[in-house]
């Protein structure tokens, strides 16, 4: 088989979509799964549709047109503000988008009346991650403008949390957040459709038997994709954590390496892991590198130590005996490993998978932070 490749179960996406949506539901949140870390990926943005998404939601227009392409009729969101250039596109593609600027809520509006359509528009408000967003004080007066506007619907209002700042979201923040959407019913008049709280950030919030207010929807990637929350980095109980996997060829062994080679990493390549001499009794290089993925977020194999990586090679040391070369090795990714790898050109991906197998539990150190069965 093709190497490097990503083996991806999609039983384990699925899985992991209905526990989910199996605890949210009851809440009266439902998820949106985002595909954007495996590109609009169409039998992976399927399983969650199969697992129990109510719908789709991806960063970039490209992603959605591949949806598209696939036949994905399904309503899919946009949750990055579009570039003005790209209106025309938006408003094809996607039924609903993000949005924090009255001039490109504008270029979609003409965009949709072009088309004879009405485009959605969530507008995204800005509850402390200091990405982006409007603030909350000049939330109800955007609101009014996009009110009066043809060609667009103002359906719903969003917040985001955790992806520039790394901070949960608080009880606090939440409550405020669902306050503002009473207040702009109060201001505007219609009914808001979309009050989505957040992303898988927000899953300890969510599941937390307070009080979640008037949120109806998370977008949620990460969580579903690799069944971790990605603040903690712990596990979700019940979710696989296995779904992707990297393999990647083993193209040179070396028995008895230099020692001299850990000495030859300069002070400006810092940055690269090095590992301790005694841990490197035999190295082995494979063919992936940086233009393939996030080296540092690759989960060694036990025994193994990553030594370091180029562009084309990934080095590591091992203290078991040696894997022949033409043989394949296997990764975990993280969540930036992953979206890095799921967009490389020379990466296959694999599709495979019975949803029948149920999760393996981390054991050693590791809290379980969410118990979802
Ligand atoms: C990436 C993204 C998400 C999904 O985030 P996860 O941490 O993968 O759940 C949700 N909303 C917005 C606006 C995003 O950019």
Redesign the pocket.
């Known amino acids: 088989m093709t190497c490097p490749r990503i083996e991806v179960d999609i039983g384990k996406i699925r899985h992991n979509t209905q526990k989910i949506a199996e605890r949210l539901g009851p809440l009266g949140i439902g998820v949106t799964g ?1 595909t ?2 495996v590109c609009g990926h169409p039998a992976i943005a399927q399983a969650m549709l199969d697992g129990g998404a109510s719908g789709l939601a991806d ?1 970039r227009i490209s992603n959605v047109q591949r949806l598209r392409a696939a036949g994905m009729t399904g309503p899919i969101t946009l ?2 503000t579009p570039m003005t250039s790209q209106a025309d596109q938006v408003v094809q593609s996607c039924d609903v988008s ?1 949005n924090t600027e009255l001039s490109v809520i504008s270029a979609l509006a003409a965009a949709a009346i072009r088309i004879r359509s009405v485009h959605g528009i969530v507008l995204m408000v800005e509850m402390g991650d200091l990405r982006d967003g409007i603030r909350p004080e000049n939330l109800a007066g955007i609101a009014q403008q996009v009110m009066q506007m043809s060609g667009v619907a103002l359906i719903g209002i969003g917040a ?1 949390f955790a ?1 520039l700042s790394g901070l949960a979201p608080t009880m606090l923040q939440m409550t405020t957040f669902s306050d503002l959407a009473d207040e702009i019913e109060g201001v505007c008049g219609p009914f808001l459709d979309v009050v989505s709280g957040g ?3 927000n899953l300890p919030w969510a599941l937390d038997e307070r009080a979640t207010g008037r949120v109806n929807d998370l ?5 579903i994709l690799l069944g971790v929350e ?1 603040v903690s980095g712990d596990q979700i109980s019940g979710l696989h954590t296995d779904a992707f996997t990297l393999v990647a060829e083993v193209i040179e062994t070396d028995p008895e390496p230099a020692p001299s080679a850990i000495v030859l990493v300069g002070p400006n390549l810092a940055r690269r892991r090095i590992a301790q001499a005694s841990d490197v009794s035999k190295r082995m290089i494979l063919a992936m590198g940086h233009q393939d993925t996030d080296i540092p977020g690759l989960s060694m194999p036990a025994g193994s130590t990553l030594i370091g990586a180029t562009s084309d090679h990934l080095v590591i040391g091992t203290s078991h005996s040696l894997p022949s070369v033409g043989s394949e090795m296997r990764f975990q990714m993280n ?1 930036k490993a992953l979206m890095h790898a799921m967009a490389a050109p020379d990466i296959e991906v694999t599709l495979f998978g019975d949803p029948s197998t149920p999760p393996a539990q981390q054991t050693q150190g590791k809290v379980d932070h969410l118990a979802l069965v």
């Open positions: 985002v954007k870390a960063a949750i990055r993000y985001n992806c992303n898988s950030a977008r949620l990637g990460e969580a990605p969540y």
